[in-house]
């Protein structure tokens, strides 16, 4: 069936997730969500997929609200699939809507037309920018949530949370101090700019809603092998409250 103007709106309301709190830092989380909007089924993909990293960040969207909920901080989380579209990338890149998954085709995503592209930013985009520009300008930072996978093309990542921030940015410096130091307390490893650096990640919502705007910003990557088990996960969770409540009472 066609999709009609009322299903876009339909699904434009459905895509985001917004927790309102009075803290001086925005969480945002770009990969909460799992989900298709219901015209685009599964893209064509087999169900199984969308249980992977492919899909979203595991674990990315419960910490978020629990960080959120614990600190009293505001927090914006996008709930559609990546591979319908990823909102951290911008439009030019190839995974904005991926054709593969490490070359598994994604048929849904096979030769998109501009159109397409852009019902698809309108519905799965717009609605994001829009919440985090609502809250953001009642904060003093931006601080995404991502998780990341333990092994990436066959190597282990040795490291429990990955810090990234551009190297000239003096509250990225002021939250890996931070972030470090309470690490050690609670038996978490650290790490700046790993898994990934600032410019490899694309950061567009860093960029776009952050430095673009003069606004301070950092992102914070968590394995996500440590959220899976409870023991590991309430860890995880203590250390980043306590960090992040730190980190906030500075602003």
Known sequence: MPITRDDVARYADE???VIEGDGSVLLVCEHAGFSVPGGWGTLGLDPCYFTTHFAGDIGAADLTEGLARA???PAVLATYSRMFLDY???ETH???CRPDLGGIPVPGNLKLTAEE???RTEIAAGPVDRAIEAQAERVRALISIHTFTPVFHGVDREV????VWPSSSEFGAMVSSVMHRVGVAHGVRVADNVPYAWTDTGARTLNVHGTARGRKAVC???NNALLLDPD???VQAAFLAEALAEVAKAL
């Open 15 to 17: 895509a985001v997730t």
């Open 71 to 73: 600190l009293g901080l």
């Open 88 to 90: 951290n990338r911008f």
């Open 94 to 96: 190839w995974e904005y």
């Open 117 to 119: 592209k852009a019902l």
């Open 160 to 163: 429990d949370v990955g810090l």
């Open 220 to 222: 914070i990557e968590v």
């Open 232 to 234: 590991t996960r309430r």
